[in-house]
T-cell receptor, first 114, second 110 residues
Framework: EAQVTQNPRYLITVTGKKLTVTCSQNMNHEYMSWYRQDPGLGLRQIYYSMNVEVTDKGDVPEGYKVSRKEKRNFPLILESPSPNQTSLYFC?????????????FGPGTRLTVL | GNSVTQMEGPVTLSEEAFLTINCTYTATGYPSLFWYVQYPGEGLQLLLKATKADDKGSNKGFEATYRKETTSFHLEKGSVQVSDSAVYFCALNTGNQFYFGTGTSLTVIP
C-alpha cells in the first residue's frame, strides 16, 4: 500500500530534550516536506527536500533541522524543543515539484513540549 | 505573495443540506488548486484538484471550479452526509511550494 508513515504518533517531552520524528514514504517520491498545524493558522511549511541531500527552509524553519540521506526518509529533528513547538506535525511527499503534483500526507505526530 | 483565504468555520449543517465552502487565492503565475479533507485523528487526504482555469475537480459528490477571473475555488456538495463531517483545506501549488488555507470545520447532524 502506498503510504507515508510517521513515528511516533504522539510524543510528550520536556524543554531542551532533543527528539527526532521519523518520516518514510514508499512511493519513490522525490519531494518531501514537513508542516506544522496550529489552530487558526492552518498548515505552515517547516522544511522541504527536493531530493537526496537537497533541503531548504519553508516558512517557519527556526528551531528545526532535517536531513535527507535516503530518498524514502526525511526525519525532523528538534535539537532543543521549546513549548512553542507544541503542535501537530505532518510529513508529506509528492512525485516532484511540478505545480500539478499532489502531496500525500502522513497521519500526523502530536507533540507536546512541557 | 501567494496565499489562500477560506471561509471561517465552524459550519454546521443538517444531513442532505447544500454545502458551500468559499476559497479565494492570491498567486503569481498559474497555480494548481486543491481541496484536502482531514477526518478526525487522520492526515490530510486529497479530495479534488484542478490544474488550469475553468477546470472542474470532482470526487465523492464534491465539486469545485477553478475561476481565474474571480481567483476562487469554492467547494460545493449538493447533499451532505454525516460522514462528510471533517475539516476541509483549500490549497494552491505554485510548483515551488504548497500554500494552505486555515481550514473549515464541517459538522453534519442527522
Amino acid at each position: 500500500e502506498a503510504q507515508v508513515t510517521q513515528n511516533p504518533r504522539y510524543l510528550i517531552t520536556v524543554t531542551g530534550k532533543k527528539l527526532t520524528v521519523t518520516c518514510s514514504q514508499n512511493m519513490n517520491h522525490e519531494y518531501m516536506s514537513w508542516y506544522r498545524q496550529d489552530p487558526g493558522l492552518g498548515l505552515r511549511q517547516i522544511y522541504y527536500s527536493m531530493n537526496v541531500e537537497v533541503t531548504d527552509k519553508g516558512d517557519v524553519p527556526e528551531g528545526y533541522k532535517v536531513s535527507r540521506k535516503e530518498k524514502r526518509n526525511f526525519p525532523l529533528i528538534l535539537e532543543s524543543p521549546s513549548p512553542n513547538q507544541t503542535s501537530l506535525y505532518f510529513c508529506a511527499s509528492s512525485y516532484g515539484r511540478a505545480r500539478t503534483d499532489t502531496q500525500y500526507f502522513g497521519p500526523g505526530t502530536r507533540l507536546t513540549v512541557l | 505573495g501567494n496565499s489562500v483565504t477560506q471561509m471561517e468555520g465552524p459550519v454546521t449543517l443538517s444531513e442532505e443540506a447544500f454545502l458551500t465552502i468559499n476559497c479565494t487565492y492570491t498567486a503569481t503565475g498559474y497555480p494548481s488548486l486543491f481541496w484536502y479533507v482531514q477526518y478526525p485523528g487522520e492526515g490530510l487526504q486529497l479530495l479534488l484538484k484542478a490544474t488550469k482555469a475553468d477546470d472542474k475537480g470532482s470526487n465523492k459528490g464534491f465539486e469545485a471550479t477553478y475561476r481565474k477571473e474571480t481567483t476562487s475555488f469554492h467547494l460545493e456538495k449538493g447533499s451532505v452526509q454525516v460522514s462528510d463531517s471533517a475539516v476541509y483545506f483549500c490549497a494552491l501549488n505554485t510548483g515551488n511550494q504548497f500554500y494552505f488555507g486555515t481550514g473549515t470545520s464541517l459538522t453534519v447532524i442527522p
